[in-house]
């Protein structure tokens, strides 16, 4: 079974760092994709970046060339490194995992961007 649990969420300063990871359990396996979803209060879910298993990656608008995507297949992990933090960074960031055409969501984690 596959599942995903998010870590690394907090509340950072304006212009700080955070570096969010996504764990699957249930066994060893090579996702199609890997990506990165917020949502901030009162929001529609939308992706931040992905990293396909041939390694190309993409990035919303509002975070090119300040987050950055990353993945560890041998583990099972993908990260997302997060700098120059704006409070609009402010939400509920989600990992997704895309394995054999199927779609896998974790929990979410908090991330807080304060002034």
């Known amino acids: 079974q596959v599942q995903l649990v998010e870590s690394g969420g907090g509340l950072v300063q304006a212009g700080g760092s955070l570096r969010l990871s996504c764990a699957t359990s249930g066994g060893i396996f090579k996702p199609n994709r890997w990506s990165w979803h917020r949502q901030a209060p009162g929001k529609q879910r939308d992706v931040v970046a992905y990293i396909t298993d041939g390694g190309t990656t993409a990035y919303a608008d509002s975070v090119k060339g300040r987050f950055t995507i990353s993945r560890d297949n041998a583990k099972n992990r993908v990260y997302l490194q997060m700098n120059s933090l704006k409070p609009e960074d402010t939400a509920v960031y989600y990992c997704?995992?895309?394995?054999?055409?199927?779609?896998?969501w974790g929990q979410g984690t908090q991330v807080t961007v304060s002034a």
């Open positions: 997704k995992v895309n394995l054999r055409g199927s779609d896998y």
